[in-house]
Protein backbone atom coordinates (compact mmCIF):
# COMPACT_ATOMS: atom_id res chain seq x y z
CA UNK A 1 0.00 0.00 0.00
CA UNK A 2 1.43 3.45 -1.08
CA UNK A 3 -0.25 7.01 0.24
CA UNK A 4 0.30 9.72 -2.16
CA UNK A 5 0.14 13.33 -1.48
CA UNK A 6 0.64 15.91 -4.32
CA UNK A 7 1.33 19.38 -4.00
CA UNK A 8 3.38 22.84 -6.07
CA UNK A 9 -0.62 23.32 -8.16
CA UNK A 10 -1.57 26.67 -8.76
CA UNK A 11 -2.01 29.31 -10.75
CA UNK A 12 1.07 30.15 -13.59
CA UNK A 13 1.05 32.41 -16.22
CA UNK A 14 1.22 30.97 -20.02
CA UNK A 15 4.80 30.42 -20.42
CA UNK A 16 5.79 29.94 -17.30
CA UNK A 17 7.12 27.07 -15.29
CA UNK A 18 5.64 24.92 -12.27
CA UNK A 19 6.79 22.11 -10.35
CA UNK A 20 4.98 19.50 -8.64
CA UNK A 21 5.96 17.12 -5.99
CA UNK A 22 4.34 13.60 -5.02
CA UNK A 23 5.38 12.86 -1.61
CA UNK A 24 4.54 9.26 -0.86
CA UNK A 25 4.46 6.88 1.96
CA UNK A 26 4.23 3.24 3.05
CA UNK A 27 6.35 0.51 2.35
CA UNK A 28 8.92 -0.13 -0.73
CA UNK A 29 8.07 2.90 -2.71
CA UNK A 30 11.32 2.43 -4.54
CA UNK A 31 10.04 -0.68 -5.89
CA UNK A 32 7.23 0.99 -7.90
CA UNK A 33 6.71 2.81 -11.35
CA UNK A 34 5.06 6.06 -10.95
CA UNK A 35 3.19 8.38 -13.28
CA UNK A 36 1.61 11.89 -13.21
CA UNK A 37 -1.28 11.92 -14.74
CA UNK A 38 -4.32 14.96 -15.71
CA UNK A 39 -7.71 15.67 -16.01
CA UNK A 40 -9.43 19.06 -17.71
CA UNK A 41 -12.64 18.88 -17.30
CA UNK A 42 -14.75 17.19 -19.48
CA UNK A 43 -12.36 15.15 -20.58
CA UNK A 44 -11.18 11.69 -19.59
CA UNK A 45 -7.70 11.25 -17.18
CA UNK A 46 -4.43 11.13 -19.21
CA UNK A 47 -1.07 9.91 -18.93
CA UNK A 48 1.21 12.80 -19.04
CA UNK A 49 4.55 11.02 -18.01
CA UNK A 50 5.86 7.91 -16.38
CA UNK A 51 9.35 6.77 -14.71
CA UNK A 52 10.62 3.20 -13.64
CA UNK A 53 11.33 1.63 -9.89
CA UNK A 54 14.79 3.02 -10.26
CA UNK A 55 14.16 6.50 -12.36
CA UNK A 56 16.67 4.71 -15.05
CA UNK A 57 13.95 5.20 -17.91
CA UNK A 58 11.39 7.86 -18.31
CA UNK A 59 8.59 8.32 -20.68
CA UNK A 60 6.51 11.22 -21.56
CA UNK A 61 3.31 11.73 -23.34
CA UNK A 62 3.55 13.63 -27.12
CA UNK A 63 2.10 16.51 -25.67
CA UNK A 64 4.34 17.50 -22.98
CA UNK A 65 7.65 15.86 -24.40
CA UNK A 66 10.64 18.42 -24.59
CA UNK A 67 8.60 21.08 -21.90
CA UNK A 68 7.78 18.25 -18.75
CA UNK A 69 10.32 16.20 -17.07
CA UNK A 70 9.59 13.77 -14.68
CA UNK A 71 12.05 12.38 -11.79
CA UNK A 72 12.22 10.38 -8.69
CA UNK A 73 14.34 10.82 -5.31
CA UNK A 74 13.76 7.24 -3.62
CA UNK A 75 15.69 7.90 -0.72
CA UNK A 76 13.22 10.78 0.06
CA UNK A 77 10.05 9.03 -1.55
CA UNK A 78 9.29 11.76 -3.83
CA UNK A 79 7.98 11.88 -7.44
CA UNK A 80 8.41 15.43 -9.55
CA UNK A 81 7.16 16.96 -12.45
CA UNK A 82 8.87 19.82 -13.69
CA UNK A 83 6.27 21.38 -16.09
CA UNK A 84 8.20 24.38 -18.46
CA UNK A 85 6.86 26.51 -21.23
CA UNK A 86 3.38 25.55 -19.65
CA UNK A 87 0.28 26.76 -21.89
CA UNK A 88 -3.98 26.84 -21.51
CA UNK A 89 -4.22 23.43 -22.19
CA UNK A 90 -2.09 22.09 -19.93
CA UNK A 91 -4.27 23.74 -17.30
CA UNK A 92 -6.10 20.50 -15.68
CA UNK A 93 -6.12 18.23 -11.95
CA UNK A 94 -2.70 16.49 -11.57
CA UNK A 95 -2.59 13.31 -10.05
CA UNK A 96 0.48 11.52 -8.88
CA UNK A 97 0.66 7.86 -9.49
CA UNK A 98 2.06 4.24 -8.30
CA UNK A 99 2.10 1.30 -10.04
CA UNK A 100 2.88 -2.62 -9.16
CA UNK A 101 4.58 -2.73 -12.49
CA UNK A 102 8.43 -1.27 -12.29
CA UNK A 103 7.70 1.13 -15.79
CA UNK A 104 4.02 1.54 -16.98
CA UNK A 105 3.41 4.24 -19.05
CA UNK A 106 -0.59 3.26 -19.89
CA UNK A 107 -3.59 2.57 -18.08
CA UNK A 108 -5.10 0.85 -15.98
CA UNK A 109 -2.05 -0.10 -14.98
CA UNK A 110 -1.86 2.03 -12.18
CA UNK A 111 -3.12 0.88 -8.42
CA UNK A 112 -2.96 3.88 -5.91
CA UNK A 113 -3.67 7.41 -6.29
CA UNK A 114 -2.93 10.52 -5.13
CA UNK A 115 -6.12 13.26 -4.38
CA UNK A 116 -4.94 15.45 -7.02
CA UNK A 117 -3.61 19.13 -7.48
CA UNK A 118 -4.79 21.91 -9.61
CA UNK A 119 -2.77 23.76 -12.42
CA UNK A 120 -4.74 26.74 -13.61
CA UNK A 121 -3.03 28.57 -16.51
CA UNK A 122 -3.65 32.48 -17.79
CA UNK A 123 -3.26 33.45 -20.53
Known amino acids: QVHLVESGGGLVQAGGSLRLSCAASGRAFSTYGMGWFRQAPGKDREIVAA????????WHADSVKGRFFISRDNAMNMVTLQMNSVNPEDAAVYYC????????????????WGQGTQVTVSS
Open 97 to 112: AASRELFCHHNPGYDF
Open 51 to 58: ISWTGDST
